[in-house]
């Protein structure tokens, strides 16, 4: 059981407003390989006329016509299995959404893992801060003495990063909770960039889009891990490839997404490599410079963004000032094996 927020020791000005949360890098700390399990997307069961999600008080803002939908007057942490599940398929449908006003930060590790967990099991990241007892959290931290951020993107001219989450896994994660502790002051920056991996894929030529179908792509976690282990940091699994498919197709809506991403993928299957390179440079390029498929969910006290990792790739933005703390916390429920488009 996690303590609760009223059991901790009061925050001081240079702690973090979470100290519970705080990220560990235990190098000790080693999980089992992640079995197979059967997932039944929960937004096959909602009504899609979503009733227990958005009721009479609720106000919802589109971002773009593609992608992100800002959301006021819903409680995630209110909602029941059916709100959950209509939840679920508004990700699908619109691929990022943008709660705000949200108690999900003050509801304890419990509560916020039962609710995440509705989408599936969470997954336990391999390298990622962690919290104690709790290795479901994904933590987000920089503070002025702590920039691993900025260590991994290197001599970089810009700091976008576009990725799937842990995309090389077998069963990749759909619906994503992203909740902010401590976050620069709107307009400081450390917004998440989204771009819509469907409207990238149905952008293309049919002719096009002919010869990516069928076509399978290696996505890897080496690399990770050993940027993990370089600097000091934990391998708590051991690194994973995965074969998945160029072309996914969503579970629930059928719409077809692109799904590679510069992060993790890391060869075309069948190509030589030059093709690989070739192609996979074209569509990294395609998916980057979609400024108009793209989004900012930009953060207040309270926001919980919910974006569907299988319809969309999305980054950081590293755009504030270093003295600034930005703490957040991802749970990242894991859905189907990619589905062939
Ligand atoms: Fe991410």
């Known amino acids: ?10 925050v001081k000005k240079d702690e973090p407003s979470y100290p519970f949360y705080y990220p560990i890098f235990d190098t000790e700390e080693r999980f089992t390989p992640i079995e197979k399990f059967e997932h ?14 958005l009721g009479p008080n609720t106000t919802t803002n589109d971002i773009s016509p593609y992608l992100g939908t800002e959301i006021i007057g ?10 959950l599940d209509e939840l679920g398929l508004l990700a699908a449908e619109r691929k990022v959404l943008v709660f705000r006003d949200q108690d999900f930060k003050d509801l304890g590790a419990d509560r916020q893992i039962e609710i995440a967990k509705h989408f599936g099991p969470i997954h336990q990241h391999p390298t990622s801060g962690n919290v104690k007892g709790y290795p479901q959290f994904h933590v ?3 503070d002025a003495e702590h920039d691993r951020f900025r260590e991994y993107i290197g001599d970089r001219a810009n700091r976008t990063s576009w990725h799937s ?3 090389y896994e077998l069963q990749p994660p759909g619906a994503t909770f992203f909740f902010v502790l401590d976050n620069p002051a709107p307009g400081a920056g450390g917004d998440t ?3 819509s991996q469907a409207e990238a894929y149905k952008r293309l030529s049919p002719e096009f889009q002919k010869r990516l179908e069928g076509l399978r792509a290696v996505h890897s976690g080496v690399a990770q891990a050993e940027f993990s282990k370089k600097r000091g940091g934990p391998v708590r699994r051991d690194p994973v490839e995965h074969e998945h498919p160029v072309v996914r197709v969503h579970p629930v809506t059928g719409e077809k997404a692109l799904y590679v991403n510069p992060n993790f993928t890391r060869r075309i299957v069948g190509f030589k490599t030059e093709e690989s390179e070739y192609l996979l440079k074209f569509l990294y390029d395609h998916i980057a410079k979609g400024a108009d498929f ?9 926001t919980v963004v919910v ?22 916390i991802r749970l990242t429920p894991q859905a189907e094996a990619p589905i062939a488009g």
């Not at 039944?40 to 999600?53: F, Y």
């Not at 974006?307 to 957040?328: C, E, K, M, P, Y």
């Open 40 to 53: 039944t997307d929960p937004g096959s069961r909602a009504d899609p006329a979503k009733p227990h999600l």
């Open 140 to 142: 987000v931290y920089r």
């Open 307 to 328: 974006w569907d990792n299988r319809l969309t790739v999305h980054s950081a933005s590293g755009d504030f000032d270093q003295s600034i703390r930005r703490h957040a």
């Open 74 to 83: 819903v409680q995630i942490s209110q909602l029941s299995p059916e709100g």
């Open 1 to 10: 059981m996690a303590p609760s927020i009223a059991d901790l020791p009061p």
């Open 193 to 195: 960039l989204f771009t």
């Open 165 to 167: 989450d842990v995309s």
């Open 294 to 302: 793209q989004i900012r969910a930009t953060y207040k006290p309270g």
